[in-house]
């Protein structure tokens, strides 16, 4: 594995390749976990050479947000990589040539409900980021996780109207045993958090129950997860039921049912989602 810190070296080495090899890019913030894992694992699969990269992008993060206190363990993150035969480990220090590019990307309607509600800006700064990131490495195929699945859908949505040349790929949500979704921000939580935010999961997964049993009005379905919730003391950021292509609301459980919550376990906020009308697969 090599690790590169330079974009001009990283397209270097990727122009060598570029004609022959089917390239993969795995974007993440590092403190890799099993969740990380799995896209890598997958672009093995699909791609010749994959390139992860680790960057904790100030864009995304509001004043107020976790962006100082963002783990950095770079040296096992490092080891990790290797281990799973990652070809180019790209660790920049900046993206860009000045703290604030002056020209960025914005998401309508797509970006401002769930998690762009509470995050004003969240999403512009990741497409920036996301952006740069496939001007510089050029992938044939870029692998993001369902555990995101509004920023997939954004990605998705990007390519779509900005006809860019990148194939989109997704993986499912690994979880821990107890059904929390694994996230680097897990770890900022005490053993006793852990286990009260296995409660997401629980929520989902009640109303996902109660689909398959035949409830179709969401009004209920909420209610239920809302229970969960405060069963634990907890109330949700946000806890939703929306069409899992369009992201918009229903009131009616349709095909593509899927849920979405967001909660704030003291200073940690955590998300999942999960599909509705479709059993769980292995893994997710
Ligand atoms: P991050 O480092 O949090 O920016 O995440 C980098 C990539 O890993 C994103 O595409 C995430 O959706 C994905 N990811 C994070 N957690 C998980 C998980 N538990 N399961 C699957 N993918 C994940």
Redesign the pocket.
Known sequence: MQLIEKTDDLRHELAALRSKERIAL???????????I??IRKAKRLADVVVVSIYVNPLQFSAEEDLDRYLRPFAEDTRRCEAEGVDLLFHPESLFATPEPMVTLHVQTLGECLCGRFRPGHFDGMLTVVNALFNIVEPDLA??????WQ??SIVRRMVYDLNMPVAIAS?????EENGL????RNQYLTVAERKRATCLFQALTVMRKACLAGETNCVPLLAMATTVLRNEGLDAEYLEIRNSNTLKPISTIEADAHAFIAVRINNTRLIDNMALTKTLQKGE
């Open positions: 795995i974007a993440t913030m590092g403190c890799l976990h099993d969740g990380h799995s896209l692998i993001f996780g369902e555990k995101d920023q997939l993986a499912p949500i690994m979880r979704a694994m996230s680097s």
